[in-house]
């Protein structure tokens, strides 16, 4: 049970009006209290070397207090004198070309990618984008949720007419390879088998676009919690109704958690949405019935049918069908480089740790409620239950269903009713007659038992339209407990083409918008881990990321297809935990990632337009550098960085430091016998980081660089086991005597360069 639900509610109210460093500081002062009173106790005759001992002891839990106290406290923090984006932006982003992305005859060699030389290529790109998730013209702000007529995808991410500002950015920062949100609700959007061509033809004409600039796309079949209707996004209105849920009353029930329903502010704490607290409707009634049916159907609800079907499986034809025309229309586009099975597909209640009765998450966050009391208020009960807000903070008992709304179209009764999971008793009270109903049902894990069949299926449905398209595995998400999903080769598909496609996210920065360099969150195979400590973070993402990279060693390459950090109030230090961030990847030598995300429409007052998300890269809000034409601009220039696009040899290490004028990227490489050239392409973002040109230093060999293709040539000496490349932004004055040190310096007695177990 969550460790969260054995202390009070009000001992979260109180200190939920302290920042996390000042609760560390209490504890620390706390612990060096006790220690000093113990001490004393023992060492009451103690000579002058032990209370020498007590006093540095007492030193240094003063200094710790101190700096977690003050010196790391938000609190006390000094808003920026002058806020603005680091760089300077060029005026007109056509100039800036890059390499052109492989397409779909990408060569899959183990865990690499390689082009037909031979060299490995990375994948540098971006989600595109946030707001794909709603209707044209729509957000999650709004108190209704648009459906039927005039609820239509046509002109996401971006209108056709806008696509050349929108992929001449996009390419001059060297994301050139686009992972493509798409909702199965966008391809069948009201009729099972009715799949709106119009849409499906603008995708083709928007990715056709997409080439014309060198960029490549995954198509990323998006949802999360299941539908909009059930606080997230993904599938359509109809696969509720099938079920025999009433999609305009699952929210008034309490049974799911909106934010279209909750537009107050804090101070109306019912009425409040928490940011980052949409992911709890995974756990709550509709989306966790909706995941055990459509992934588990057969087991846990045999007795619900689609006419003579399975709900699950005539959940899964349907899906598959969808993402089947998509293929058929998009076999033609050799840009595509191949689909993603499903984002974030979850487990709902489907093998959950504790009985039904029994609340488990990370962390208190919106309503805490059972799976069971989700159940009742479904079924019309009102219940009275506690509610969270952000940074843990208690905002008190609310009742929920007070009009004891039943979730049910007329001729429906809850499936959960109809399995045996519950029935009335003599007095018409319900009562939980399963407690342990999902608990897994074979000693197979989920991932064995039902994410292996629904890829194998997925597979067939893209491949027999597109055969030589790559897909790639979504892992599943686990709301109770994360932890790292590995993958093994039985998971693999046969004949198919495979890359493995986690997520990962900075946890704590993801979910309180504040970037703490002292607190690290790792999520291993066995659940999460804290590292607590000055300057740990950086770390711990970089450990994070080189075991997600490991984790699909066994089937293929490996694509971070997300990662991304929130606006944290200012640009300084939003930029400085997107640069570790990437730096991590980096370390982790990570070939393909794409970042989340790129939002067109990115205002301050509707953010990313989902759910109360604010992750996007770029926004349409004013710049505010006085050097700026005060229009849209990159937010998180740190994103924008140099790197190998195709490498002819093995990287060993690479870094660059986004955060200083010096720009300095340095990179080492050695010899690959599979490469069947010397020649290194690497993307210079010329345009972002290098307005005043280049200095480059090589170890051996000669360079060339394209400046209206932002790329350096590099062609390495084939008679040198190890080679190295520096690339640093010019001075401001030519003639200015330079106190650089020396590339080879640099490499000889830097540790910035470390080579990788």
Request: glycine fraction near 8%; include cysteine; charged fraction near 25%.
């Amino acid at each position: 049970m969550a460790w969260f639900t054995y202390v009070p509610h009000n001992v979260f109210y109180i200190f939920s009006h302290f920042y996390l460093e000042e609760i560390v500081a209490l504890l620390i002062a706390l612990t060096v209290s006790l220690s000093l009173v113990t001490a004393n106790h023992v060492l009451t005759d103690a000579d002058l070397f032990w209370w020498t001992i007590m006093g540095c002891w007492a030193s240094l839990g003063c200094a710790l207090l101190y700096k977690m106290g003050v010196l790391c406290n938000p609190r006390f923090a000094k808003a920026p004198e002058h806020d603005e984006p680091s760089v300077r932006e060029p005026e007109d982003y056509s100039k800036f070309g890059a390499p052109a992305q492989v397409e779909r005859d990408v060569i899959l060699d183990g865990t690499s990618f390689r082009d037909s030389a031979g060299r490995r290529v990375h994948l540098r790109g971006i989600n595109v984008g946030g707001m794909s998730k709603m209707p044209i013209g729509s957000n999650s702000s709004q108190s209704t949720i648009p459906y039927g007529e005039g609820a239509t995808f046509v002109g996401r991410p971006f209108a056709l007419e806008e696509a050349d500002v929108h992929l001449q950015r996009l390419r001059a920062w060297g994301l050139t390879f686009l992972r493509f949100i798409v909702t199965w609700e966008a391809l069948e959007p009201r009729v099972p088998g009715e799949y709106d061509t119009e849409y499906i033809q603008y995708l083709v004409e928007i990715i056709r676009k997409c080439r014309e600039y060198g960029i490549s796309v995954l198509i990323d079949p998006h949802q999360d919690a299941w539908s909009r209707w059930t606080g997230g996004d993904g599938a359509p209105r109809w696969t509720l109704e099938k079920i025999g849920f009433d999609p305009e009353k699952l929210s008034e029930s309490g049974a799911c958690f909106l934010h279209q329903s909750h537009l107050a502010d804090e101070s109306d704490p019912k009425g409040f949405f928490p940011k980052m607290s949409w992911p709890v409707n995974n756990l709550f009634y509709p989306a966790a019935t909706m995941w055990a049916i459509f992934f588990a159907g057969e087991d846990y609800a045999p007795k619900t049918k689609i006419g003579d079907e399975n709900a699950g499986a005539y959940l899964r034809r349907h899906y598959y069908g969808a993402v089947s025309a998509l293929a058929e229309a998009l076999k033609d586009e050799p840009n595509v480089l191949g689909f993603e099975t499903l984002n974030e597909p979850n487990m709902g209640w489907v093998g959950r740790a504790l009985s039904l009765d029994k609340f488990n998450a990370p962390q208190p966050l919106g309503y805490l409620m059972s799976p069971w009391e989700t159940i009742q208020l479904a079924n019309g009960k009102s219940l009275k239950l506690p509610k969270y807000g952000e940074d843990f903070k208690y905002l008190g008992h609310f009742a929920l269903n007070e009009n004891h709304t039943k979730v049910f179209l007329p001729g429906y009764r809850d499936p959960w009713y109809d399995n045996g999971v519950w029935d009335y008793d003599a007095n018409g009270k319900m009562r939980l007659l399963k407690k342990r109903y999902f608990d897994l049902k074979t000693k197979e894990d989920f991932q064995t038992r039902y994410m292996r069949p629904f890829w194998r299926d997925f597979a067939k449905a893209v491949t027999s339209k597109m055969p030589d398209g790559i897909i790639f595995l979504g892992p599943t998400m686990d709301m109770e407990w994360p932890k790292l999903h590995v993958a093994t080769k039985d998971d693999v598909p046969e004949d198919t083409r495979i890359v493995w496609a986690p997520h990962w996210y900075d946890g704590p920065t993801l979910q309180y918008s504040n970037y703490r360099t002292w607190l690290g969150c790792e999520i291993a195979t066995y659940g999460l881990k804290f590292d607590v400590g000055p300057g740990v973070a950086p770390n711990t993402h970089k450990r994070c990321l080189r075991n997600l990279k490991a984790s699909g060693k066994d089937v293929g390459p490996t694509l971070l297809g997300e990662v991304g950090i929130p606006w944290c109030g200012d640009y300084g230090s939003t930029d400085r935990a997107m640069n570790d961030t990437m730096e991590a990847v980096e370390s982790s030598d990570l070939q393909a990632v794409t970042v989340w995300n790129y939002v067109p429409y990115n205002t301050k007052e509707m953010q990313d337009g989902w759910n109360k998300e604010d992750l996007s890269i770029f926004t349409s809000e004013p710049n505010p550098r006085a050097d700026s034409n005060g229009g849209p601009h990159l937010r998180m220039p740190s994103v924008v960085r140099p790197y190998a696009f195709k490498l002819a040899g093995k990287l060993v290490s690479a870094r660059f430091d986004g955060l200083h004028d010096d720009k300095c990227f340095i990179m080492r490489f050695e010899q690959d016998p599979a490469a069947k050239t010397n020649r290194s392409e690497i993307f210079v973002p010329l345009g972002v980081h290098y307005p005043r040109g280049v200095d480059v230093e090589v170890s051996d060999g000669s360079y060339e660089l394209d400046k209206a293709r932002q790329t350096l040539t590099f062609s390495h000496d084939p008679q040198v086991l190890s080679h190295w490349l520096c690339i640093r932004h010019r001075p401001c004055m030519d003639n200015a005597p330079s106190s650089r040190m020396p590339a080879s310096k640099l490499f000889a007695s830097s540790p910035l360069l470390e080579a990788r177990a």
